[in-house]
């Protein structure tokens, strides 16, 4: 299987760069063709511009490559920190260029203005998303609802076609040990195992 691994976060030694090393190696070891992009590392361009908002239109090549490639890919695996209930904005930027009509989604026909019926146009068949949080899990979701999952899940991935999506926290981070770390990083890589076997 053709898997894209996205990754955002700025600095190469954090413990999500240990998450996304992780799941290639697995990937790889497991036969997949892994198509690895690191957001910050790479500078991605994640402005929007109006030009490129139309369903159509002429895109940079950058831009045009990571969307074919993510028209491609069998499964998505995306790694990156709770920012604010958020992904990082380099991210966003990612999802707000990448995921675009005509590539993971269009309207469909005779789409009332406002109702916004999507058809998901991703053959991924699985999503795998890992996030970092130094917030406990109650406070998280007794305070905030956890709004990441509302982002990846009822909003991108089920809007976009993927069936199956899987999502794991790992928190807190700041207080974890080494130990517990290399714990986390052993379910990363059975996660990633699980849901993308070996051929």
């Keep these: 299987m053709k898997i894209s691994v996205i990754i955002a976060h700025p600095d190469k030694a954090s413990f999500n760069s240990a998450i996304a090393q992780t799941a290639v190696e697995t990937l790889k070891e497991n036969g997949h063709d892994v198509v690895f992009h690191d957001l910050y590392r790479e500078k991605f ?17 950058i831009i045009a490559k990571h969307c074919a490639e993510i028209a491609a890919a069998e499964g998505i695996i995306a790694v990156h920190p709770n920012w604010w209930g958020q992904p990082p ?28 019926e999507l058809i998901g146009l991703l053959k991924a068949e699985a999503v795998l ?4 949080s ?45 130990e517990q770390r290399n714990e986390w990083l052993k379910e990363v890589r059975d996660t990633t195992a699980r849901c993308f076997p070996g051929k």
Excluded: M, Q
């Excluded at 260029?97 to 026909?109: D, I, M, Q, S, T």
């Excluded at 130094?134 to 305070?143: D, L």
């Excluded at 609802?145 to 794991?168: A, H, M, Q, T």
């Design 45 to 61: 361009p994640a402005i929007l511009p109006a030009a490129e908002i139309p369903r159509g239109a002429s895109l940079p090549k």
């Design 89 to 116: 904005a380099i991210l966003k930027g990612w999802i707000d260029r990448v995921l675009r009509p005509g590539v993971a989604y269009k309207f469909a026909e005779g789409d009332t203005i406002g109702a916004g």
């Design 129 to 132: 998303v890992f996030n970092t």
């Design 134 to 178: 130094n917030t406990a899990g109650e406070r998280e979701t007794a305070v905030y609802g956890d709004p990441l999952e509302l982002i990846w899940k009822n909003n991108l991935f089920i809007s976009c076609g993927v069936k199956k999506y899987y999502r794991k926290t790992f928190r807190v981070v700041v207080a974890s040990t080494l």
